[in-house]
């Protein structure tokens, strides 16, 4: 703001994530919103910014705008000051990496050779030139040269589903067509509900698909672009939903076509929808808005059991049972369960570094979805009227597949592979089983490496499906430019979670330093040591504490005194003190 030229000096250099307090990191960030917009950079501009995304009160107002523009006499140094910024970054990034691999060299579990791998592929990415800010590109393994793909391969392949992108585009344009696109592959895989099957040397496969999209609230659309595909859904095939919150006793009783106790009660239509859900009672399509509340729930005794039921839902089991003194005996047949979730980074960091999440397989069965741009362009929606044009095809997958009729579950229809399309699913699926693991890969994401080949194969029926209810006739054939557009979705799947696991890492490593920071600010008056941060943090382990600290005491925040405490004197030890004059 005391010369606004200078943003443009430094905002192909400098990110808003760099800046180690945050309220720097929202004014930086606010600076580049006005920008961007065209509008003036000054205070009153900037205040308004902050005040629209709720951050003025917590940048501390007016007041901490104005110390900051006194406290920088001049903007002839800015670049020198977005290199200090961005050093610091870059140090705090090594802290963390050596604070990394001390826990990989102690933990004897992992053979030393793949922890070296581990580090020296972040130390090789930290080392690559940067690409430009907006775009975030993790370290991922290119394919090997034995699997033959060329975009061009995928042309003719899934019209509906590039119909329905540039529908939603048109509705939601800010939303990453990552997302739209994976919204409409879980229509149609809801459609199918279990009634198309591919059957392969290892297992029958079912295309049902798991989603979940990462991404800051509000900026990317996520509700709008979700209640496209929900909306759809409702107008097409409502009964094959189910309710949004339910429990597992719930879930198990709509699934196992269990009579509502209200049944009677209800209005003509709705017990209509029933019977018709009844039909398909073992077939779900799921869409969660607040995905990371589920995730919460999940452990709590009310809810034992869940995630385990839906991970048998998901292989699609031929049948699940269940014995409760309240309900008796429920049984699932024919499972199938097409899920859709939408969360933020920060409640999902949580649970994406959760290692059981990733050792159960939990984790590895879903496409986690985040976009691969920091912040989108602006743009303005263009469209406003139902996607009645889309809905028809849609229809017509469902109604041209096996009838299903209670208490028979669906018949499942068989697909078959057109020419050259095994050998291509093949080399792809020995490359992601086996050649790309390696020590250099993160082991939470060999389970998904593991699982990409299968959801390849089910992407690829559900392309052949919606082509087939177009009017192609004949029975359902995967060729080879199904599978060959397959093979891209999914590949842009394996990058997203590399994205994901990222993001969710610098996610928790937040929280860490933010906890530190509130425990520095209430404990001992002398100053708090390791071992009082350790004491009142258990759940953390104290590698994490001890690297953390050095790296507040690095970016400034913290400060570090040696004191000896008590009467009796002895060593000194290493106290923690938020930072200030004096110190």
């Given at each position: 703001?005391?010369?606004?030229?200078?943003?443009?000096r430094?905002?192909?250099?400098?990110?808003?994530?760099?800046?180690?307090i945050?309220?720097?990191?929202?004014?930086?960030?606010?600076?580049?919103?006005?920008?961007?917009?065209?509008?003036?950079?000054?205070?009153v501009?900037?205040?308004?910014?902050?005040?629209?995304?709720?951050?003025?009160?917590?940048?501390?107002?007016?007041?901490?705008?104005?110390?900051?523009?006194n406290?920088?006499?001049s903007?002839?140094?800015?670049?020198a000051?977005?290199?200090?910024?961005?050093?610091?970054?870059?140090?705090?990034?090594?802290?963390?990496?050596?604070?990394?691999?001390?826990?990989?060299?102690y933990?004897?579990d992992?053979?030393?050779?793949?922890?070296?791998?581990?580090?020296r592929?972040?130390?090789?990415?930290?080392?690559?030139?940067?690409?430009?800010a907006?775009?975030?590109?993790?370290?991922?393994?290119?394919?090997?040269?034995?699997?033959?793909?060329?975009?061009?391969?995928?042309?003719?392949?899934?019209?509906?589903?590039?119909?329905?992108?540039?529908?939603?585009?048109?509705?939601?344009?800010?939303?990453?067509?990552?997302?739209?696109e994976?919204?409409?592959?879980?229509?149609?895989?809801?459609?199918?509900?279990?009634?198309?099957?591919?059957?392969?040397?290892?297992?029958?496969?079912?295309?049902?698909?798991?989603?979940?999209?990462?991404?800051?609230?509000?900026?990317?659309?996520?509700?709008?672009?979700?209640?496209?595909?929900?909306?759809?859904?409702?107008?097409?095939?409502?009964?094959?939903?189910?309710?949004?919150?339910?429990?597992?006793?719930?879930?198990?009783?709509?699934?196992?076509?269990?009579?509502?106790?209200?049944?009677?009660?209800?209005?003509?239509?709705?017990?209509?929808?029933?019977?018709?859900?009844?039909?398909?009672?073992?077939?779900?399509?799921?869409?969660?808005?607040?995905?990371?509340?589920?995730?919460?729930?999940?452990?709590?005794?009310?809810?034992?059991?869940?995630?385990?039921?839906?991970?048998?839902?998901?292989?699609?089991?031929?049948?699940?049972?269940?014995?409760?003194?309240?309900?008796?005996?429920?049984?699932v047949h024919?499972a199938?369960?097409?899920?859709?979730?939408?969360?933020?980074?920060?409640?999902?960091?949580?649970?994406?570094?959760?290692?059981?999440?990733?050792?159960?397989?939990?984790?590895?069965?879903?496409?986690?979805l985040?976009?691969?741009?920091?912040?989108?362009?602006?743009?303005?929606?263009?469209?406003?009227?139902?996607?009645?044009?889309?809905?028809?095809?849609?229809?017509?997958?469902?109604?041209?597949?096996?009838?299903?009729?209670?208490?028979?579950?669906?018949?499942?229809?068989?697909?078959?592979?057109?020419?050259?399309?095994?050998?291509?699913?093949?080399?792809?699926?020995?490359a992601?089983?086996?050649?790309?693991?390696?020590?250099?890969?993160?082991?939470?994401?060999?389970?998904?490496?593991?699982?990409?080949?299968?959801?390849?194969i089910?992407?690829?029926?559900?392309?052949?499906?919606?082509?087939?209810?177009?009017?192609?006739?004949?029975?359902?054939?995967?060729?080879?430019?199904?599978?060959?557009?397959?093979?891209?979705?999914?590949?842009?799947?394996?990058?997203?979670?590399?994205?994901?696991i990222?993001?969710a890492?610098?996610?928790?490593?937040?929280r860490?330093?933010?906890?530190?920071?509130?425990?520095?600010?209430?404990?001992?008056?002398?100053?708090?040591?390791?071992?009082?941060?350790?004491?009142?943090?258990?759940d953390?382990?104290?590698?994490?504490?001890?690297?953390?600290?050095?790296?507040?005491?690095?970016?400034?925040?913290?400060?570090?005194?040696?004191?000896?405490?008590?009467?009796?004197?002895?060593?000194?030890?290493?106290?923690?003190?938020?930072?200030?004059?004096?110190?």
């Amino acid at each position: 703001m005391i010369d606004p030229s200078a943003l443009e000096r430094v905002r192909q250099q400098l990110r808003s994530d760099e800046f180690y307090i945050q309220k720097n990191a929202w004014i930086y960030g606010a600076c580049l919103e006005l920008e961007q917009q065209g509008d003036p950079l000054d205070t009153v501009m900037l205040l308004d910014v902050l005040e629209g995304h709720g951050q003025l009160a917590d940048v501390g107002g007016v007041a901490y705008i104005t110390r900051l523009m006194n406290a920088v006499p001049s903007a002839l140094n800015v670049e020198a000051y977005a290199r200090i910024v961005r050093d610091n970054a870059q140090r705090r990034r090594l802290l963390a990496l050596a604070s990394s691999a001390a826990q990989l060299a102690y933990n004897e579990d992992k053979h030393i050779s793949e922890a070296i791998g581990n580090v020296r592929a972040e130390l090789v990415r930290m080392a690559t030139p940067e690409t430009p800010a907006d775009i975030l590109i993790p370290a991922v393994q290119p394919l090997p040269a034995t699997v033959a793909l060329d975009e061009k391969m995928a042309q003719g392949a899934g019209t509906w589903l590039d119909d329905y992108i540039e529908y939603a585009e048109r509705v939601a344009p800010m939303t990453p067509r990552l997302f739209h696109e994976s919204a409409g592959l879980w229509l149609a895989s809801l459609a199918i509900a279990r009634r198309l099957v591919l059957p392969l040397a290892f297992d029958d496969i079912y295309p049902n698909l798991w989603v979940i999209w990462v991404a800051p609230t509000t900026i990317w659309s996520k509700t709008t672009a979700m209640n496209i595909a929900r909306k759809m859904a409702r107008r097409t095939m409502r009964f094959l939903l189910a309710p949004e919150e339910l429990t597992p006793e719930a879930m198990l009783a709509d699934m196992s076509g269990t009579e509502p106790n209200n049944l009677l009660q209800m209005p003509l239509q709705d017990q209509q929808n029933w019977q018709l859900r009844r039909n398909h009672a073992g077939q779900r399509g799921w869409t969660l808005d607040e995905f990371s509340g589920m995730l919460a729930g999940a452990g709590r005794d009310y809810n034992a059991g869940l995630l385990e039921s839906l991970l048998l839902f998901y292989d699609c089991t031929d049948e699940y049972t269940r014995l409760t003194n309240n309900r008796g005996m429920q049984a699932v047949h024919s499972a199938y369960l097409t899920m859709l979730g939408a969360s933020t980074p920060a409640a999902m960091a949580q649970h994406l570094t959760a290692d059981r999440l990733w050792g159960i397989g939990w984790w590895p069965r879903f496409a986690v979805l985040t976009p691969a741009q920091a912040r989108p362009d602006w743009r303005e929606p263009q469209e406003r009227v139902p996607a009645t044009h889309l809905d028809a095809p849609l229809r017509a997958l469902y109604e041209n597949l096996p009838e299903a009729k209670w208490p028979d579950p669906p018949t499942a229809q068989t697909v078959i592979l057109g020419d050259y399309v095994f050998d291509l699913w093949n080399s792809y699926n020995r490359a992601l089983r086996y050649e790309l693991l390696n020590e250099s890969l993160d082991t939470r994401l060999w389970g998904t490496y593991g699982r990409l080949p299968v959801s390849a194969i089910k992407v690829a029926v559900i392309l052949a499906a919606m082509d087939w209810a177009q009017g192609n006739g004949g029975g359902i054939k995967i060729e080879l430019p199904h599978l060959a557009r397959a093979v891209l979705i999914a590949e842009r799947w394996r990058i997203s979670a590399h994205r994901a696991i990222l993001s969710a890492n610098e996610q928790a490593a937040d929280r860490v330093a933010t906890r530190i920071m509130y425990q520095v600010s209430r404990l001992s008056p002398e100053g708090p040591s390791v071992r009082d941060l350790c004491k009142s943090m258990k759940d953390v382990k104290p590698f994490r504490i001890k690297s953390t600290l050095d790296e507040l005491v690095l970016a400034g925040e913290l400060s570090l005194v040696e004191r000896i405490i008590g009467p009796r004197g002895g060593r000194p030890t290493d106290r923690y003190f938020l930072y200030k004059e004096g110190y």
